[in-house]
């Protein structure tokens, strides 16, 4: 509870309560009694309560707040609240005066007062007074819905409810009795309730906070509230409390069954903290985290809303070791499916050494259970992964087992999206050829499967479309060097393949926001923007006019209108990739909006957006290895040395980790930048083929020539 100030008075600034480390000055002290209600103090008297409190603002304020209702504002006498024995939780030494304070409470509080208190105290939250009488005053409590009695039914289901509830589409949030909801014995009335609120806002130990309904939630701050977990109230036991709050949550404060927005998920989210906490493991899982947070496969919270830190949260409530252990009452395929589904979070929330290890235990015991759905999905996120953390070999491999498991599925749907998995580890292995043919096949089936959607789209036709921009990509990158002199074609025929490339790219990426439905994952969306933001970029870069070294005083002369389209896709992909939570990706988008930022006289921009890159990049050596070429080959002119120097650490980086998709690049920048003093290591010549730079004034490449003059060839 964020109780950082106190109302402000005559000569009385705020003070910040949760410094806990901030010692007040006598001066303070006593402005903060008097505020408190505490007015007689003598000098000697405020010295005792100082060196009780420690001078910490909250000890001294909930100190306070007994002295002015159980000792009529007086400081004198204070010690009789003193308690003969204080316990301090191991490893909170440092707040020992607050502990001291708190203990008060031992000799203060009625039975009421201290049952409010410890059930309070189980929230992580403000709590509504109507969620307190379903707990302590039943009798008094909103009425709930009721509970259909068993009845001979006038009909049977139609075929559209059997359908629903046969692909989960179907179902409703549990309804439960007064009974099941009220904490055993000591039932309270509702004035009794009510006066024990009020005393206890009026000792400061609650904080009464109006909301825009018109009723209150009644707030605790963390540090007390430690407390009264830590003391419970007689026959009020933990597990017994979990237990109630877990069924308020899933019922009553949410009683939607799949509510929309990260609003109404919040209640979901809280009632499998408590249901893992109160035994409930596999209910949690499967009613609650699965059902209604994740609306089964259509996975809501985390592709439709990004909320992966929230999901990865719930998760962690079902190990009982952090990623390495699931709760021992699971099924076995439901700790199978949680150690992959822990990983994948972790890998998207850029903790990708976390995630390794429990993704390969997850797949591992998928297939020993010869659950191969299971088997495939965790070999295609170990594949993912790898190639994140710069194994792409492993990736490879794993790809591959991907696409086996797959197979034996007999799951058309994995059999598709897990080819596109491994064709884009061949890419980016280098492997062009094998890659396009993965692509191709994966694409066949998706024709086969859903003969309206006959193209790859989402992720998978992300990763096609970057295959197949691959030959442009560096193309652009070769125009970026040049000079309005030196307009890029390449071979004959080659400057329209490329466009043509281009072309159908962004028509493919067209037709996906075609097929757009309203509840498409948010990270989708934005990976199609990217597409048409690249591809667009590539296109313009290859046709365009004007000056093409990036530099602060020389733009490239996009049409405006390109320019203007370009901007709109990227700046949209950007947004999107940040909104999905997905770190990885939004790397990428980052990497192509500096490029277009560096061309359009953007440098500040651009220089921004490469260092996000880099800092979301630490852990992934991949895109390490994509900022330092960006980097160089967009800024080389204003530090020759230090592009030459970024180049040697992406060549090693290259090298070591098998990135030979960029072994072209590499050449195409080191024949401009130059390259280090160092030990230069031999790439693949097979990726694509030697790129031309000439003008329009030569139609016959003149041997030999690297002269970068005008009207000169130069071999990159």
């Given at each position: 509870?964020?109780?950082?100030?106190?109302?402000?008075?005559?000569?009385?600034?705020?003070?910040?309560?949760?410094?806990?480390?901030?010692?007040?000055?006598?001066?303070?002290?006593?402005?903060?009694?008097?505020?408190?209600?505490?007015?007689?103090?003598?000098?000697?008297?405020?010295?005792?309560?100082?060196?009780?409190?420690?001078?910490?603002?909250?000890?001294?304020?909930?100190?306070?707040?007994?002295?002015?209702?159980?000792?009529?504002?007086?400081?004198?006498?204070?010690?009789?609240f003193?308690?003969?024995?204080?316990?301090?939780?191991?490893?909170?030494?440092?707040?020992?005066?607050l502990?001291?304070?708190?203990?008060?409470?031992?000799?203060?509080?009625?039975?009421?007062?201290?049952?409010?208190?410890?059930?309070l105290?189980?929230?992580?939250?403000?709590?509504?007074g109507?969620?307190?009488?379903?707990?302590?005053?039943p009798?008094?409590?909103?009425?709930?819905?009721?509970?259909?009695?068993?009845?001979?039914?006038?009909?049977?289901?139609?075929?559209?409810?059997?359908?629903?509830?046969?692909?989960?589409?179907?179902?409703?949030?549990?309804?439960?009795?007064?009974?099941?909801?009220?904490?055993?014995?000591?039932?309270?009335?509702?004035?009794?309730?009510?006066?024990?609120?009020?005393s206890?806002?009026?000792?400061?130990l609650?904080?009464?906070?109006?909301?825009?309904?018109?009723?209150?939630?009644?707030a605790?701050?963390?540090?007390?509230?430690?407390?009264?977990?830590?003391?419970?109230?007689?026959?009020?036991?933990?597990?017994?409390?979990?237990?109630?709050?877990?069924?308020?949550?899933?019922?009553?404060?949410?009683?939607?069954?799949?509510?929309?927005g990260?609003?109404?998920?919040?209640?979901?989210?809280?009632?499998?903290?408590?249901?893992?906490?109160?035994?409930?493991?596999?209910?949690?899982l499967v009613?609650?985290?699965?059902?209604?947070?994740?609306?089964?496969?259509?996975?809501?919270?985390?592709?439709?809303l990004?909320?992966?830190?929230?999901?990865?949260?719930?998760?962690?409530?079902?190990?009982?070791?952090p990623?390495?252990?699931?709760?021992?009452?699971?099924?076995?395929?439901?700790q199978?499916w949680?150690?992959?589904?822990?990983?994948?979070?972790?890998?998207?929330?850029?903790?990708?050494?976390?995630?390794?290890?429990?993704?390969?235990?997850?797949?591992?015991?998928?297939?020993?259970?010869?659950?191969?759905?299971?088997?495939?999905?965790?070999?295609?996120?170990?594949?993912?992964?790898?190639?994140?953390?710069?194994?792409?070999?492993?990736?490879?491999?794993?790809?591959?087992?991907?696409?086996?498991?797959?197979?034996?599925?007999?799951?058309?749907f994995?059999?598709?999206?897990?080819?596109?998995?491994?064709?884009?580890?061949l890419?980016?292995?280098?492997?062009r050829?094998?890659?396009r043919?993965?692509?191709?096949?994966?694409?066949?089936i998706?024709?086969?499967?859903?003969?309206?959607y006959?193209?790859?789209?989402?992720?998978?036709?992300?990763?096609?479309?970057?295959?197949?921009?691959g030959?442009?990509?560096?193309?652009?990158?070769?125009?970026?060097?040049?000079?309005?002199?030196?307009?890029?074609?390449?071979?004959?025929?080659?400057l329209?393949?490329?466009i043509a490339?281009?072309?159908?790219?962004?028509?493919?990426?067209?037709?996906?926001?075609?097929?757009?439905?309203?509840?498409?994952?948010?990270?989708?969306?934005?990976?199609?923007?990217?597409?048409?933001?690249?591809?667009?970029?590539?296109?313009?870069?290859?046709?365009?006019?004007?000056?093409?070294?990036?530099?602060p005083?020389?733009?490239?002369?996009?049409?405006?209108?390109s320019?203007?389209?370009?901007?709109?896709?990227?700046n949209?992909?950007?947004?999107?990739?940040?909104?999905?939570?997905?770190i990885?990706?939004?790397?990428?988008?980052l990497?192509?909006?500096?490029?277009?930022?560096a061309?359009?006289?953007?440098?500040?921009?651009?220089?921004?957006?490469l260092?996000?890159?880099?800092?979301?990049?630490?852990?992934?050596?991949?895109?390490?290895t994509?900022?330092?070429?960006?980097?160089?080959?967009?800024?080389?002119?204003?530090?020759?040395?230090?592009?030459?120097?970024?180049?040697?650490?992406?060549?090693?980086?290259i090298?070591?980790?098998?990135?030979?998709?960029?072994?072209?690049?590499?050449?195409?920048?080191?024949?401009?930048?130059?390259t280090?003093?160092?030990?230069?290591?031999?790439?693949?010549?097979?990726?694509?083929?030697?790129?031309y730079?000439?003008?329009?004034r030569?139609?016959?490449?003149?041997?030999?020539?690297?002269?970068?003059?005008?009207?000169?060839?130069?071999?990159?």
């Amino acid at each position: 509870m964020p109780l950082t100030d106190l109302p402000v008075s005559s000569g009385y600034r705020l003070i910040d309560l949760e410094a806990k480390a901030r010692a007040l000055s006598d001066r303070d002290a006593r402005l903060l009694l008097e505020n408190e209600g505490v007015a007689d103090c003598s000098e000697e008297e405020l010295a005792q309560l100082l060196h009780f409190s420690g001078r910490q603002p909250l000890a001294l304020k909930t100190m306070a707040g007994f002295l002015a209702v159980h000792n009529q504002g007086k400081a004198k006498g204070w010690q009789r609240f003193r308690p003969d024995v204080v316990r301090i939780p191991p490893g909170r030494e440092k707040e020992e005066h607050l502990w001291q304070v708190l203990a008060w409470t031992d000799g203060v509080l009625n039975a009421n007062q201290r049952r409010v208190l410890n059930t309070l105290a189980w929230f992580r939250e403000p709590v509504a007074g109507d969620w307190l009488r379903h707990l302590l005053t039943p009798r008094d409590a909103p009425e709930l819905p009721q509970k259909e009695a068993d009845a001979e039914s006038d009909g049977e289901e139609t075929l559209e409810e059997l359908l629903r509830k046969l692909r989960g589409q179907f179902g409703s949030a549990p309804i439960y009795t007064p009974e099941e909801l009220a904490l055993p014995d000591l039932a309270m009335t509702g004035p009794d309730l009510r006066r024990a609120l009020d005393s206890l806002v009026r000792l400061r130990l609650l904080r009464r906070e109006p909301t825009k309904q018109g009723n209150n939630r009644y707030a605790m701050h963390d540090l007390i509230r430690d407390h009264f977990r830590r003391t419970p109230a007689p026959a009020l036991d933990p597990q017994a409390i979990h237990l109630r709050l877990y069924r308020l949550y899933a019922g009553v404060i949410q009683p939607v069954w799949r509510p929309d927005g990260l609003d109404g998920l919040r209640p979901l989210y809280e009632a499998v903290h408590h249901g893992a906490r109160a035994g409930l493991h596999q209910e949690a899982l499967v009613d609650v985290y699965r059902d209604r947070i994740l609306r089964n496969d259509g996975f809501y919270s985390t592709r439709k809303l990004g909320a992966v830190s929230a999901d990865l949260a719930a998760v962690k409530n079902f190990f009982t070791e952090p990623w390495i252990k699931p709760a021992p009452g699971l099924k076995p395929a439901d700790q199978a499916w949680l150690l992959n589904e822990a990983a994948f979070r972790l890998r998207a929330l850029g903790r990708f050494d976390e995630a390794l290890a429990p993704m390969r235990a997850g797949m591992e015991m998928a297939v020993e259970q010869e659950d191969w759905k299971n088997a495939a999905n965790g070999a295609s996120n170990l594949s993912e992964l790898e190639l994140t953390l710069g194994q792409v070999a492993a990736a490879v491999s794993d790809g591959a087992r991907s696409v086996e498991y797959a197979d034996q599925s007999e799951d058309d749907f994995l059999r598709m999206g897990f080819r596109t998995t491994h064709a884009d580890a061949l890419h980016q292995h280098g492997d062009r050829a094998e890659a396009r043919r993965l692509f191709e096949a994966a694409e066949a089936i998706q024709k086969d499967r859903q003969p309206t959607y006959p193209r790859l789209y989402s992720l998978w036709g992300f990763r096609y479309a970057d295959l197949l921009l691959g030959a442009a990509e560096r193309a652009a990158w070769a125009r970026t060097f040049g000079d309005e002199a030196l307009p890029v074609v390449g071979a004959p025929g080659t400057l329209g393949e490329w466009i043509a490339a281009c072309d159908a790219v962004t028509e493919r990426a067209r037709q996906w926001f075609e097929w757009r439905l309203p509840a498409d994952p948010i990270l989708d969306i934005a990976l199609d923007r990217l597409t048409l933001a690249r591809a667009g970029l590539y296109r313009a870069l290859l046709s365009a006019e004007g000056c093409y070294e990036a530099s602060p005083h020389c733009t490239v002369r996009f049409p405006e209108e390109s320019r203007q389209t370009i901007a709109k896709h990227i700046n949209a992909a950007v947004d999107g990739l940040r909104k999905s939570g997905e770190i990885e990706f939004v790397a990428r988008g980052l990497l192509t909006r500096s490029w277009f930022r560096a061309l359009t006289g953007d440098e500040a921009g651009a220089k921004a957006d490469l260092d996000e890159a880099w800092d979301l990049a630490r852990g992934a050596p991949l895109f390490q290895t994509d900022v330092l070429l960006t980097r160089a080959r967009l800024f080389h002119h204003q530090n020759p040395t230090q592009a030459r120097t970024a180049l040697a650490r992406a060549r090693a980086l290259i090298h070591q980790h098998g990135y030979h998709r960029r072994d072209q690049e590499l050449t195409d920048a080191e024949a401009v930048i130059g390259t280090a003093q160092t030990q230069r290591q031999g790439g693949r010549a097979d990726a694509y083929p030697p790129l031309y730079i000439y003008s329009w004034r030569y139609r016959e490449k003149p041997p030999g020539f690297r002269k970068r003059r005008f009207g000169s060839w130069r071999n990159l």
